[in-house]
């Protein structure tokens, strides 16, 4: 079903395969699926995007789809707290939202999908061995699997599915790329150059340099607006912490039955079978007669004490589990095609079963392990159940206590410190002067904190702040206005200035009396010894890469690139020193390879540029459209988190 996808792959990189696949999934992947722990369904719609809303059951199947992929990637390593630590809730839930926004492009765009398409579509794509089609029966069965009420709604799915192919379709034809760029693109990626380079870091000379007070004087008078203090501002807060707030919190156990009787399919298991298969595929190379004698003389190899994995890797046609030894992992009913579903959910551990006749072939089947389905028991999950309630009540509890202590500051003009004393689980902080973009101690650079310190009035107090250790009240104690220090103030940060500019002026003098001698004719390792360094050597690279141990270095990249081999460039700046090199080797541009590769080069290039069209479609989209999301489930994606 992806075919149209794949049609239009030469315009899409994985950014934009984030957003396809989430679109695709919600047609094709399991409908029984729950949402992650801890996220309630407070309302039937999950965001709102224009004309368009994301069902709150959409989310659920979509989530329910990564976290699958996530758990098959990571297998025993798999926490399901680790999707939510890695925002996996909302990455889902913005990526169907980008799907619904394509829809209202699409409308925006005049497009349709007409009956005609949609029928000869789903005829291709529901094909078998005769090139005609399933038959009624077979296609309900597999649009039930799926989870779909109706055929009518898997339809509408997959009309949506090609409507969003048309939209990419016509912003790509859209895209046009200019002689000129191409050929730099093509430049840039096969222009190659190699160096043997010499590092030398002005610390060498920290010791011959020990500037005197007219020195330290006379840099800070000719560089007074670098060392310009900004605004600053002193801040009183208290903090609210949801994990002392916990130890003051009983729960009936009433209410963990109740939670529990309450929660439908939260606590639900399906049944599932771990099995391991050969495939045997059935052509016009093979007939389903020779398909069984392979699969017979596998049986007897097997029995006779052989590894199934080994027997697998070496018989079964199917390339993705071929490489496993066969092994499909855990799975349930509805993930499998209807025959091999059967046998395998018959099957007990140990057991060999087939060969079973489906579409792709004969297959021979063993069965490793069974998990029964159903509801967890209550005391399996009471102490989960409890955890959750105390840590979602510790939150709300500490958000509506900072609400409350800022009214109280507001109201009653009470010193903030005088409250933490009087609140369990509050504690009184004073910040230091801090600028807009300073580290503030154990809040950090540029948060929220920082944000509402820096829009308080004077005499002012916040609302609250969500911060690291739970939520912030800020009540504004002082404002200091922009000012040029004495020099005693900043000495030592004058003195670094100074040291640092005459260190890489020694360096850089240094450097400069070697390539001179390079230039007439002395070798690079002669140089080297003299200034005691030793002579290193990059890899390939190319104008964008890294120039080996130095990193990435631009300016060193580029100047070697406009050299000839045996070229000498520097001494140029680096993280690591002053550096100077030799050109030792040198791929150029060849302009009849280019002829040849110039197709390419234009349509990656488009590519490139499609992708950064896109980005910019769908945030411009998102403020038009007005996407408003469902409040309490943001809140409860990243409940640990200092934001949603």
Known sequence: MLKVFRDNLKYLSWVLWAVIAVFILFVFVDFGATVPSGTGAPTDTAAVVGPYRVSYGEFQRAYRNREDQLREQLGEQYDPQLARQIGLPLQVLNSLVDGKILLAEARKMGLQVTDGELRRYLLEQFQGQDGRFVGGEIYSRYVRSLGYPTTQDFEDAVRNQLLTAKVYDVLAHNLWVADDEVEETYKERVERAKIRFLVLSGERFRDQIEPTDEELAAHFEAHQDEFRIPEQRVVDYLVVDPEELRATLELDPAELSAYYEQSGEEFATEEQVKARHILVKIDAGRTEEEAGEVLAAARQRLEAGEEF????????????????????????RGRMVPEFEEAAFAGEPGELVGPVRTAFGLHLIQVEERREGGRRPFAEVEDEIRERLVSERSRTLAESRAGELAARLRREGTEAAALAVEQPGVRH????????????????????????????????????????????????????????????????????????????????????????????????????????????????????????????????????????????????????????????????????????????????????????????????????????????????????????
Do not use: C, H
């Not at 994995?309 to 349930?332: H, I, M």
């Not at 290193?536 to 000839?564: I, K, M, N, Q, Y």
């Open 309 to 332: 994995a080994a027997v697998a890797a070496e018989l079964s046609d199917e390339p993705g589990s071929k490489e496993r030894g066969g092994d499909l992992g855990f799975f349930g």
């Open 429 to 644: 902080q004073t910040t230091p002067a801090f600028g807009r973009e300073d580290e503030v101690p154990g809040i950090g650079r540029a948060t929220a904190f920082s944000v509402a310190a820096f829009e308080l009035e004077p005499g002012g107090v916040s609302d609250p702040v969500r911060v690291a250790g739970g939520w912030a009240v800020l009540a504004l104690k002082e404002v200091r206005e922009p000012r040029l220090p004495a020099l005693d103030e900043v000495r030592s940060q004058v003195e670094a200035a100074l040291v640092a500019e005459r260190q890489e002026a020694l360096a850089r003098q240094r450097l400069e009396e070697a390539r001179r001698a390079l230039e007439g004719g002395k070798s690079l390792d002669d140089v080297a010894a003299e200034l005691e360094l030793e002579v290193e050597e990059s890899g390939l690279f190319g104008a964008r890469g890294t120039v080996g141990s130095l990193g990435p270095a631009p300016a060193v990249a580029a100047a070697a690139l406009a050299l000839d081999e045996g070229g000498i460039g520097g001494p140029l700046p680096t993280a690591r020193g002053l550096v100077l090199f030799e050109v030792s080797e040198r791929k150029r541009f060849d302009p009849e390879l280019y002829a040849q590769e110039e197709p390419a080069t234009r349509e990656n290039l488009r590519g490139e540029r499609f992708n950064q069209m896109m980005g910019a479609l769908l945030a411009q989209r998102r403020e038009e459209l007005e996407v408003t999301y469902d409040p309490q489930l943001l809140a409860n994606f990243a409940p640990d988190q200092a934001g949603p």
